[in-house]
């Protein structure tokens, strides 16, 4: 039975926002910040990574137009290249990329977490939760809890996401609104210093700036996957376009909006030293009972990305296992609970192990990075070959076109590669294991293809 197209245009723009905006506005400006050493390059990275964000945006709206079918974001590596290739990549996605990044999130939802709860002496050693060790367990245990709740099946229903999403909106929106007209005094120490960390020598400026970039890219990443939706979107030549260009539009204004709030509360040097700036400044605004309840709204947020994944991922194992690339076990679901329960098992020690072996957000920053713009710059680059085939057999493609070809595809994957390397450079080991993941994916693919039946 084939998916009948149901999203239309508004709902397009929706699902490209919710996949954009995630909690990483709410963590990532402070590493943007230290990185690139002064107010102008601090910007200057959110707006070059809104515009690259957008480049590929259009890139992978035409991808997703020409390719409207399920699963397409891999799908179209394998046929612009070979399966093989395909399931590397994937693997690599699901086995490093997916678990990262899920450990991530947890890291920051267990920073937010702790910030709520405060100092409940003498129940609760704030000190010691505040260490890496503290913060890793609070993770773990949100990890173990969701992992319980979803595997006696009990699972976020759309509703609950969508409100997740809207909340999450709601505090950029209103956070940004108060601090630009906030008139009080907001913080003791505001130095609004143009240039203060820079020494000079361009070679460590741009190298500060390209790692700035990283961050930028982890918060403004997600429009891609929008490909996997081309099957259900309505008029896809027209609305798949259109939805992720304004998404990514009204997405990148509202970053922009927040990060110039923050700026007017806290200055640089105070966005340099905020770890949790969105809790510092409600506690500027509203005080340290406002500063806990924006802690506990970021923290549910997190919480329901991190349940969306859960769901997701598992899904993927058994789309993999279906095409017998991974042992059959991954296909396995209880009947009753709808659960695959081994399938979340796996999930959850790979989640764990990120947590338990990366010292810091930071750290696990730099392996998400590495692997992801990788994988984005090798489905992007798939537009080059449909556009040769095109050419080629003469066919014509009256669907959307990205203006402006090969400039702004060559432009976007290139900006993916420099910031990928820079992550690599800062984590040689982290980046070393990743590839060894990835090239152990050919010899498993031609394994399980091979035994799997």
Excluded at 70 to 89: C, D, H, L, Q, T
Excluded at 96 to 110: E, R
Excluded at 131 to 144: D, H, N, Q
């Amino acid at each position: 039975m084939s998916i009948k197209p149901k999203l239309g245009l508004f709902d397009t723009i929706a699902v490209v926002i919710s996949l954009i905006i995630g909690i990483g506005i709410f963590r990532t400006p402070s590493i943007v910040a230290r990185n690139t050493g002064s107010v102008e390059l601090f910007f200057i990275a959110w707006i070059i990574g809104g515009i690259i964000c957008l480049l590929g945006g259009l890139v992978f709206a035409e991808i997703g137009a020409r390719k409207p079918f399920p699963g397409a974001y891999y799908k179209v590596v394998s046929e612009a290249y070979n399966p093989v290739f395909a399931f590397m990549i994937n693997w690599l996605g699901i086995i490093v990329t997916s678990g990262a990044a899920f450990a991530a999130v947890s890291l920051i939802a267990s920073e937010y977490l702790i910030h709520a709860i405060g100092d409940i002496q003498p129940y609760i050693n704030y000190d010691l939760l505040l260490t890496i060790s503290g913060k890793k367990t609070v993770a773990l245990f949100i990890v173990l809890l969701l992992f319980l709740i979803n595997y006696i099946g009990i699972k976020c229903g759309a509703i609950f996401l969508n409100l997740i999403t809207t909340l999450k909106i709601l505090i950029i929106v209103l956070l940004s609104i108060i601090s630009l007209i906030y008139s009080g005094n907001p913080t003791s120490n505001i130095e609004h210093n143009s240039i203060n960390n820079l020494d000079g020598n361009i070679f460590s400026i741009l190298f500060g700036f390209f790692l700035g970039l990283r961050a930028v890219f982890f918060t403004v990443g997600g429009y891609q996957l929008t490909i996997n939706l081309a099957a259900d979107v309505k008029n896809q030549q027209k609305n798949l376009p259109r939805g992720i260009i304004i998404g990514v539009i009204v997405s990148m204004g509202l970053y922009i909006l927040i990060n110039i709030g923050y700026y007017k509360l806290l200055g640089f040097e105070g966005i340099c030293k905020s770890e949790l700036i969105a809790a510092d400044i409600a506690n500027i605004i509203f005080g340290n009972f406002g500063g806990r309840i924006t802690s506990i709204i970021i923290f549910i947020s997190a919480i329901g990305f991190m349940n969306a994944s859960i769901i997701y991922t598992p899904r993927a194992y058994y789309a993999m296992a279906s095409d017998r690339v991974l042992p059959k076990i991954f296909m396995k679901i209880n009947e009753k609970k709808q659960v695959q329960e081994f399938g979340l098992f796996f999930m959850f020690i790979l989640v764990s192990f990120f947590i338990l072996t990366m010292e810091s957000f930071e750290k696990i920053l730099n392996v998400i990075m590495f692997n992801d713009l990788l994988s984005i710059a090798v489905v992007a680059s798939v537009i080059f070959i449909l556009r040769y085939r095109e050419s080629k057999n003469n066919i014509t493609w009256d669907g959307f076109k990205l203006p402006l070809y090969p400039v702004f595809p060559i432009i976007f994957i290139l900006f993916l590669l420099l910031v990928s390397i820079r992550a690599f450079y800062e984590d040689i080991i982290g980046g070393s294991l990743s590839i060894v993941v990835f090239l152990l994916g050919y010899p498993l693919y031609k394994i399980l293809n091979k035994s799997v039946k």
